[in-house]
């Protein structure tokens, strides 16, 4: 079997845009990147209890649960894709499929290893500052 010019054109748009959509959904492996410390705004701004996912795409994201206020990793222990908060405020991956409890415990495989909670400080300013590990 073999492709024209013209239907090789259409697949390949095709993959590419397959890629696209796979990386804006989290369905692609984040890159390495250096450690760093996110502003993630007032600390005031995180008083409902929830999940934000506002910096999801920057590694994290803001869980307040009761007095709790803590950042959770929002990347797959497994291969490193960007994870989705779910309506009971679980989490899933749509890679391969791994589920994590509302603490970031693996309930379900195949990742073997639980999501890092972050390290956070509240500035002077009142502003929730995230150190993201370099990975
Ligand atoms: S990268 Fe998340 S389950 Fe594989």
Redesign the pocket.
Known sequence: MSIDRKEFLIIAAGAVLAGCRAATEGGAPVPPQAERVVDAGPASTYAADGVYSGYRNLGFFVVRNGERLFALSSV?T????RISPEFDRSYS?P????EFDTEGRVTMG??TRDLPTLQTSISEAGRLMVRVPAS
């Open positions: 797959c497994h291969r490193r894709c991956c890679c391969h499929g791994s195949p990742a």
